[in-house]
Nanobody
Framework: QVQLVESGGGVVQPGGSLRLSCEASGTIFSQYGAGWYRQAPGKQRELVAEITTVNIAFYGESVKGRFTISRDNVNNTVYLRMDNLVPEDTAVYYC????????WGQGTQVTVSS
């Protein structure tokens, strides 16, 4: 059973930065890539960023130019660097992997507030 553990969330002021981490229990990211998603209260879960098995990254429109996804195959970890955060980025952030993105972590809360 694949386990994903996210960390790095917290409270930050607008314009600030955070780096989220997602550690997997095995080498699954090199097989299937990974994605970061987020869900704000009262809203549907949305894709934030994806990284493929060959390290090609894709981003949601609202985070392009501010967020960066990366992968460390040695440590089985995927990162999401978030810069220039705005209040609209407030959400629970989840990482996911697997051939149909069936594995999910427990989520980490990000709150952007002054």
């Amino acid at each position: 059973q694949v386990q994903l553990v996210e960390s790095g969330g917290g409270v930050v002021q607008p314009g600030g930065s955070l780096r989220l981490s997602c550690e997997a229990s095995g080498t699954i990211f090199s097989q299937y890539g990974a994605g970061w998603y987020r869900q704000a209260p009262g809203k549907q879960r949305e894709l934030v960023a994806e990284i493929t098995t060959v390290n090609i990254a894709f981003y949601g429109e609202s985070v392009k130019g501010r967020f960066t996804i990366s992968r460390d195959n040695v440590n089985n970890t995927v990162y999401l660097r978030m810069d220039n955060l705005v209040p609209e980025d407030t959400a629970v952030y989840y990482c996911s992997t697997g051939p149909v993105r069936e594995y999910w972590g427990q989520g980490t809360q990000v709150t952007v507030s002054s």
